[in-house]
């Protein structure tokens, strides 16, 4: 009995540590100017950076983005996924919010001039004197998610930064899951 007992507690004690949202894109959404525009926006930056290979770049799957935001270090998917996403967002924003408390650290390669300044202080990343900053901490999977949140629905709740608590993330999840809530 004893054994019992301390196994539904400590049982009790995983459990309640872990959330699952199971989120879900309204299928009727009322989607605001400002998402509108933001997807228009990528959208017509895809057909001039892609010209000849845009429909490969449409066609990954939702399984293949996210095995890459939460497995692969090269910066190469993360760029493609900022246009894919405008493509796919009714299937992998719920999956997005999902992700913004995890902060695996996944690393960052062949990132060319792509400044993330607390990375560069820390000398995860070099830094070429120029370039793109991002405010997201793009070497957790956390940041790699929020980016893309907000490149797609032109919304900024907050960044991910190598400093975010869990606390922050959770935070920073509400406001996401409040605004996903809000398209119904």
Known sequence: MKNLLIFLFISNISFSQTTVLKLKFPKEPKISQKFQN??????????????SNKEEIKNYTVEFIL????????????FHAEYWIVFNYQNVIPQL????????????????????????????????GHGFIVDDDLFTISGRANRLLKIVTGENFGSVSMKSTPEDLN???????????NLQ
Do not use: C, F, P
């Open 171 to 181: 935070v920073l999840q509400k406001k996401w899951v409040d605004w996903l809530k």
């Open 38 to 51: 933001a997807i228009d926006e990528k959208k017509n930056e895809v057909y001039w950076v892609y010209k």
């Open 67 to 78: 095995d890459k935001i939460d497995n692969n270090q090269q910066y190469s998917y993360l």
């Open 97 to 128: 919010i999902e992700r913004i408390t995890n902060k695996k650290q996944v690393g960052l390669v062949n990132s060319a001039d792509l400044m993330i300044l607390e990375r560069i202080d820390s000398g995860d990343l070099k830094s070429y």
